[in-house]
């Protein structure tokens, strides 16, 4: 099994920032990309940004210069620097991880999913 554990989402003014944090643990696999992605209120999940494991970063063109996606390949967490805030970023933030495992004979690609955690900018 594979758990992501997402943290860092809450209530924000407008205007203010927040820092997500989601790390992977559990069996053993190849991570290649991490990531976030959001579903707002009545809406689709949308992509926010990706990051492969050499750094490659892939953003929601709106979004890209006001939110930062970084990672720590060491520890396989994933973070989401978000600033500016605004009344419509309030969503579920998912954290995204696309991978394989192996096994024990071929590897086995999959995409694992956090359980979300809720960002609300409100004043």
């Known amino acids: 099994q594979v758990r992501l554990v997402e943290s860092g989402g809450g209530l924000v003014r407008p205007g203010g920032s927040l820092r997500l944090s989601c790390a992977a643990s559990g069996s053993v696999f190849s991570i290649h990309t991490m990531g976030w992605y959001r579903q707002a209120p009545g809406k689709e999940r949308d992509l926010v940004a990706t990051?492969?494991?050499?750094?490659?970063?892939n953003y929601e063109d709106s979004l890209e210069g006001r939110f930062v996606i970084s990672r720590d390949n060491a520890e396989n967490t994933v973070y989401l620097q978000m600033n500016s805030l605004k009344p419509e970023d309030t969503a579920v933030y998912y954290c995204y991880v696309g991978g394989a495992y192996y096994t024990g004979t071929q590897w086995k690609e999959h995409d694992y999913w956090g359980q979300g955690t809720q960002v609300t900018v409100s004043s």
């Open positions: 990051i492969t494991t050499d750094g490659a970063t």
